[in-house]
DNA sequence: TAAAATTGTTAGCCTAGGCTAAACTATTTG
DNA sequence: CAAATAGTTTAGCCTAGGCTAACAATTTTA
């Protein structure tokens, strides 16, 4: 079947670390990582309009434009975006409401957002740089690893 | 100079939980992530890439692909990226070889990859899921976090 | 060694998510 | 209340990273 006479599958010598995963697998773990990515900038867009309410009382294109350090066309876009997601309801030159669904979503999002933050913070990593890591981790996190998080917060926080 | 009356930047009595941060260091963080986006999937490349070298002798499209979960044809496009990005050589319908920039990238990637994974283990998370959240997070991990994780191996593995 | 199977490349399409520039709407202010 | 300013949207462009389909090259095998 296969062109080239292989190696086996079992790793040679060369290698220091782990043999590679079976090919199924691995593919698995890259496809979820693409599928986060999809939805990733939405639930940050969704989490952030979100937290703009409860501090501000609002949320205005403007602001999520300064905030996310995009233009406020790219903001207008996405703005559609959610939309028709059903996430957000807005008339045009008005500001952003969240649908229940956006609530969900955001709700969701900023808990597991607190928990990696709080994680981190707990192991030890300085605040500037906990936030930083935190806003890229939060998408690629299992239940399974958030709960261990939670439960690691718990145990070393006063 | 703003065309609304807006609350004080001091959060209001509504959120649960912490104050939004400052503006600029705001954006720095989806700034962080975005840049962060750029370059994982090429890192993503280059450290499969070199784990096939190492695991099987040499690396193919078609083992990339399968590896990957894509077409042929996207593999194929990204080579002819990694090439003109310097990471590696590559003559048609022949193997791929690292350049020694290359290298450095997958070994780096390699390196960070398996602190994560390794740390995750040590934090009690299950090695499928390990395997998966570190795919996604490893690119979003600072040294400075980077640090602390393999300090915390050390102390919790024997 | 010719045919079949596998692997690699190219062309062309699509979507997401950036951007700038220009037009439009709303608000503030002289 | 008109003009200036601030905010929003639209149009049009670009790149990255997917895809399929068609074709080309290589390797295996009958």
């Known amino acids: 079947m296969s062109q080239h006479t292989q190696p086996p599958e079992t790793p040679t ?3 220091s670390g782990d043999a590679l995963p ?3 697998q691995h593919a698995r773990q890259y496809e979820t990582v693409r599928f ?7 639930e940050d867009y969704v989490e952030l309009i979100g937290d703009l309410i409860a501090h501000r009382g609002e949320a205005r294109a403007a602001d999520i434009a300064s905030r996310m350090g995009v233009s ?4 207008s876009k996405m703005i559609r975006r959610l939309n028709e997601l ?9 500001s952003l409401f969240l649908t229940s669904a956006g609530k ?3 709700q969701v999002s900023r808990a597991r957002h607190d928990i990696v933050l709080n994680f981190l ?3 030890g990593v300085n605040d500037t740089t906990a936030r930083i890591d935190a806003e890229g981790m939060e998408h690629h996190v299992s239940d399974e690893t958030l709960a261990i998080m939670q439960a690691f917060i718990r145990k070393n926080t006063k």
């Open 13 to 15: 010598v060369l290698d």
């Open 22 to 24: 079976p090919i199924e």
């Open 36 to 42: 986060a990515h999809e939805t990733e900038l939405i």
């Open 72 to 75: 406020q066309a790219t903001v």
């Open 86 to 94: 059903g996430l957000v309801t807005s008339q045009p030159y008005r």
């Open 104 to 106: 969900d979503m955001a």
């Open 121 to 123: 913070r707990a192991l």
